[in-house]
Each structure stands twice: as structure tokens, then as C-alpha cells.
């Protein structure tokens, strides 16, 4: 059996729209979810991060329908699976939408097979064996079908748990903290390849992730929380280079920020005047972000901002370098050699303008 017949019922029309959906756990409690709205269109994969206790399972738990929201609805496709207006809340077993959770759930005295074809039921024997054989081909795991959950490593129970959570053909696949559990390595090996899958049969994904560089690696949206309200929902690359507040440059990525004095189209800050459009600036702190690859250090002779060495830290790859100004105020900056040593007077450049803000 070609693996593409297990789509061949997809219907395109998989779009999700997530609209004020605002959620209190206990009425005199407080509000947990704080009027989210986001869409995803089919075959996208978002990451919703934020800080712990900022909301992100329970946003999960509302959209598997796990949860009653206190207001607001969710759309998925033609369907309207929550209306806080309209009183439709339709039971989690009848919205199609898989679930992965982070301590795998496989059914302990099923084999790797029967766990993948437990959602089958109401397919023919040939039909059920055909899909079965189409995921362990496509999870990788043929040669492991008989054996049992027990029998298994991390890495294996997880792609089985991918494997069953697909099986019934969901359009939307919801992902709690799925690699939490496993090492550096294989948390990305499987993080690609659970990316690819998804691309490939066009399945939306929606990961709670405590990781960020997961969340860029594999996200085409993120979604960052703080204290139950969506803060950003944006491309990886726009909520590194331009996050719209505070909270969302603070949690995501490094960087330093400068105080800054806004003169027509241009910061003025004490590594020199930079242009307004390019730099995420924070009106009500004055301040603006800089990234540490944005700069480069220098000697001292080579530029007119200088600073002084009060950290440094090799990191392999890199050397970051803690550079204090004429202000006091510190920066970070990386740099690919090791070009200076604690307590020297360098030079500072900026060498990287970031893409303009949308
Ligand atoms: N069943 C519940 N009853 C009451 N309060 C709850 C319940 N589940 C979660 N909360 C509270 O809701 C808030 C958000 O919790 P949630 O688990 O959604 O956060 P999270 O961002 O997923 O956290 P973490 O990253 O630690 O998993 C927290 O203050 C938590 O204590």
C-alpha cells in the first residue's frame, strides 16, 4: 500500500482560527487564557512558548476540547468546534484532532502494531494491516512491529505514538512537550523527521515546547504566552529580529538593550545612531534590542565606540564577549575567533543590519 492513500479522505479545507478564546479554570479563579486569537492554515506547524504556568498546555487542552473555554470559539475548517455565543462545544472524541503527549500514552500490553492500529477499528482487516505496514514503513520501526511498548527507547515510543495519533487521519495533530523526555541528539533527529512527516501528508501541528530552538527549527508560526495572553504570533524569524514587545524579546533568544533617544528616523544610543525601522525599539522603556551577532568587536583604533572586556565565554563554535560602553550599560556580542582578552579596551562595530520590521 502507497503510503499517500492514507490521505487520500484529507480534505484541504483544515484551516484553524482560534478567536478570543479566554479560559478561568475555577469562575472566582484567574483568567488563565486571556482572549487568544491566532489562525493556522493547513499544513502549517506552530509552537506555543512562554515562560512555565503562562498557559500553553491548557490553550492545548481547550483546542483538543479538553477543556471548556470561558469565552470565545475555534473553527476548524467548516467546523465550529467551540462557540462560547452559540453554546457548541463538541466532545474531544468527535473532533478529529490527534494527540501527542510528552510521556508517549502507548497501551502497555499492545504491541507496537496494535498500538498503531488501535484508532482503525472500523477499517477491514486488509485495510487496517495495509495502514499499519504504510506507518512503521514511514516511522521507520517495520522490523520492531511485535514487540511491546516496554521493549522500546524513548526516541522508538515516540515516533510509535506519532505513528498512532496519524493513523485515523487527522487534519491537526496537538503536541505536548513530545521530546521533552529524550537527549539533545535524538530530541532533533526526531523533531526533523516528525516535521517532514507532517509536511509531507500536509497535517497541521500545534507543539507546546519548552525548547526554543526547536520552536525555530521547526515552527512556520510561534506563539508566545505570558500570564494567558498571546503576546506574538509570528514566522521564527520575525519574533527573533523584530519581537513586538518587551516580554517577547526578553524570553526569546540573547541579546542587551540599550537605552535610546528617538531623533527623527534614527535611535541615538551609546553604540551610535541607528535606523528607527531596522531595530525593535520598546517606546514606553526607550529602549532597543540588539542581538549579539548584530555587533562585532574590533580594535580599539577601528571604530569610535569603545568598551571594555568584563566577561567572556568560549563556546565552540563562538566567543561571546560581555562588552561594557562609556554608559555602563553592557552588550553582548559574538564572535566567531577569539579576538580579545578579559579587561582589554576594544572597539565595537555594528556589522549586521537586521531585517526591517513588517
Ligand atoms: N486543572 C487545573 N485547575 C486549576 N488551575 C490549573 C489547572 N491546570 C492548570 N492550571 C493553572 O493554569 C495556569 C496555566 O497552566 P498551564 O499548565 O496551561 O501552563 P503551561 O504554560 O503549560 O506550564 P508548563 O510550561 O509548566 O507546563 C497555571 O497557573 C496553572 O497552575
Redesign the pocket.
Known sequence: MNFNDLSQNAVSDAHLTVNELSLS??PS??T?LDQISFELPQGQIACLV??????????L?CIAGFETPTAGSIQFGKRTLFDSRTHINIPAYQRQIGIVFQDYALFPHLTVADNIGFGLQHLSKTDKQGNIDALLTLIGLEHLACRYPHELSGGQQQRVALARAIAPNPQLILFD?PFSSLDADMREALAMSIQQLLKAKQISAIV?T?DQQEAFMIADKIGM?AD?RLQQWDTPIQLYQAPSTATVAKFVGKGSFLQAQQHGNELVTAIGALPMSNYPYFADSHQVLIRPEWLSVVPQTNSAVNGLITAKQFKGSHVVYEVQLASQERVLVYSPTDVAILGETVGLLITHLPTSRQ
Do not use: F
Request: glycine share 20%; hydrophobic share 20%.
Open positions: 479554570y475555577h479563579s484567574k488563565v512562554g515562560q512555565s504556568g503562562c498557559g500553553k498546555t491548557s490553550l487542552r512537550e507546546v519548552h504566552l494567558g
